[in-house]
DNA sequence: CTGAAAGCGCTTACAG
DNA sequence: CTGAAAGCGCTTACAG
């Protein structure tokens, strides 16, 4: 029934029921609707059924008003090529949720990219403002964007703890601090008294919380805290060994592949001489392509990220935002699982 | 620099420049910037970087009419909760070529089901039309809702072929009609001269395709086409082996599974006696759960579905459907894999 | 050469 | 009780 010409619009609507633009607005949302003759109102509500007449999303959003559209911004592909496909369990959780909630979900891919990474400003414009509030996915993050954000007072979430200057940042993370803090009271219950941090020397969030559980789960101890640095695996087993340390906990998987892989050569059997525990899941868009045999076949000992969870808890957090802007921070707990790699230390370490 | 109150205008920054909210707005566009002062121009720069202006994204697109949106809509979830992932590789392409031709993609979540399935209509309006044209993907699909689709002159592509007594469909599909008859000439080629065919009753375009193909195949080789039907796989494959048939074509690896497993009850060896070529992809989605080894273990004879060009090409014709409204039907062929379930017939069928 | 005015589609306060 | 008018932020044709 629509004119060639696309789009239905109100005032096309109010035309043919002979009524104005406004009359139809107001049948449309219902809440005025006692002040309008019943005759009226029928006669728009068939039009519009002929019509086939939806709303022009820009034109609410600019009134202000909201289009029960959640957005979701990821820095890279949502739908990745290759077998690793780390956002799977956290879009998951977010339809799941996003349809329970009632919302539609915008991805955007609408913007190009430069140095490779998309962008939520374009040429200075914040493209997620279509949406009526959006979810930020991703470990790789723009400070200067975050910051923007914030200060102009978009609401959004973050799938992962972020902090920020400008103010404080919504976000649903995974408990980094209190489950880095079990791990290391589970090794400590093993027997181990010798237990060292293998960190990296970036320092985001997720690295920064990990090495605070670590460090608040020594002091508890009254152990010194022995970090070591991740650049060469072979280097930092080496320095481990001479410290004597017997547990070792470590950032990522793949960094715990690059110890495994050089336990041997230093004269390390894991997990007889040294227990290897992994601070995360094995996340597999970190493994290296260039290894054919895929390093999942190892039984890790690690915490597993309640990925599914956090996305469904993002959706949450953005529609509280969206009903009421005050920034909201929720940690999920993480749970152990114990794996093949960890094992009571085989000489008991003098205290 | 912003005021509290969340956004800087053009009209803010034009008060404070001192010149009227056009001006400020062509600054921005350059196009026309020939025709200001170059002092003017100047301050209004300067005051833009001052208050740190960005253009809203809405009152741009509203002048435009274009909400450079694409709707997905499946009947399923897009993101599935086990292994099976039957979208993804569609929506690779799609994510992509979304990107390329700069469109957002709106997900259409908010509906909730019945029975169990997702509506394009809700309450009698169509959720699609938030967006300036929608891509429609999946194995189920409500008849009733694309006949009213075609109708409204909504535009959408179906990922797959499509037909609607309504009208024409817009799609882009795998060309099975041609892929079948490729197989069957390449199972002649090997010397087979009894190739069935095991087909379903339901009676979708993508199977009416595959038997097409078939029987055109049959027809040009004057031979009489022998199609079984799968209701039951031991019935049909005894059939099968009555006719004297060498070579059988399978309409999905569910019911290749399905006859090899009973292959040897029948006092069959494939592809020694009897060649299996399934036409298609494994499909994951359609693998019975109940069996813990997964049939991908065979290297089924078959052809591939080009679903990542497909999904690249819908939203390509989409595109031009919406510059040019007028049905666009793209047929992508598919690439024989030869696997290991077809070889040439041990004895020479007679002619 | 410049800048004010119209209008994109919508909602709601406000005048009749 | 009703409906026309203002305005959300923007671009561009058009009058001065």
Same mark, same amino acid.
């Given at each position: ?91 998951? +959780?977010?339809?799941?949720? *996003? ?7 915008? #991805?955007?891919?609408? =913007?190009? /990219? @430069?140095? $490779? ?55 649903? +993370?995974?408990?980094?601090? *209190? ?7 589970? #090794?400590?219950?093993? =027997?181990? /008294? @010798?237990? $060292? ?155």
């Amino acid at each position: 029934m629509t004119a060639g010409s696309g789009r239905v619009t109100q005032a096309q609507v109010a035309r043919l029921a002979g009524v104005s633009q406004a009359v139809v607005s107001m049948v449309l949302n219902g809440s005025d609707s006692l002040r309008i003759t019943p005759e009226t109102r029928d006669r728009v509500q068939q039009v519009l059924r002929e019509t086939g007449y939806t709303v022009d999303i820009m034109g609410r959003r600019l009134r202000g008003k909201s289009n029960q559209i959640l957005g979701v911004f990821t820095y890279e592909s949502v739908f990745p090529s290759g077998v690793a496909d780390f956002y799977r369990p956290f879009l998951l +959780g977010i339809e799941e949720e *996003a349809e329970q909630q009632g919302f539609d979900l915008l #991805l955007f891919t609408s =913007g190009g /990219r @430069r140095d $490779g990474r998309r962008r939520i400003y374009e040429a200075g414009t914040n493209r997620l403002r279509i949406a009526d509030g959006s979810i930020l996915l991703g470990r790789h993050n723009d400070p200067q964007e975050l910051a923007q954000l914030v200060e102009e007072q978009f609401p959004f979430v973050f799938v992962g703890r972020r902090e920020s200057p400008t103010g404080p940042i919504s976000y649903v +993370g995974a408990d980094y601090v *209190a489950a880095t803090r079990e791990v290391h009271e589970w #090794l400590w219950g093993l =027997g181990h /008294r @010798r237990i $060292g941090l293998l960190s990296v020397t970036e320092e985001n969030e997720p690295t920064l919380d990990r090495r605070a559980g670590y460090e608040a789960a020594a002091r508890k101890h009254r152990r010194p805290p022995l970090v070591f640095l991740a650049d060469d695996p072979a280097i930092a087993l080496r320095q481990a060994r001479d410290e004597g340390v017997t547990a070792l906990l470590v950032e990522s998987s793949a960094m715990a592949d690059g110890i495994l892989a050089c336990a041997h050569d230093v004269g390390l059997t894991v997990p007889a001489d040294l227990s290897l525990v992994v601070l995360g899941d094995a996340d597999p868009s970190q493994q290296p392509h260039a290894h054919a045999v895929p390093s999942t076949a190892t039984d890790w000992s690690m915490f597993r990220i309640p990925r599914h969870e956090m996305g469904v808890h993002a959706v949450r957090v953005l529609v509280e935002l969206l009903r009421k802007p005050q920034s909201r921070q929720l940690l999920l707990p993480c749970t152990i699982h114990e794996g093949a790699t960890a094992a009571g230390p085989s000489t008991t370490d003098s205290r």
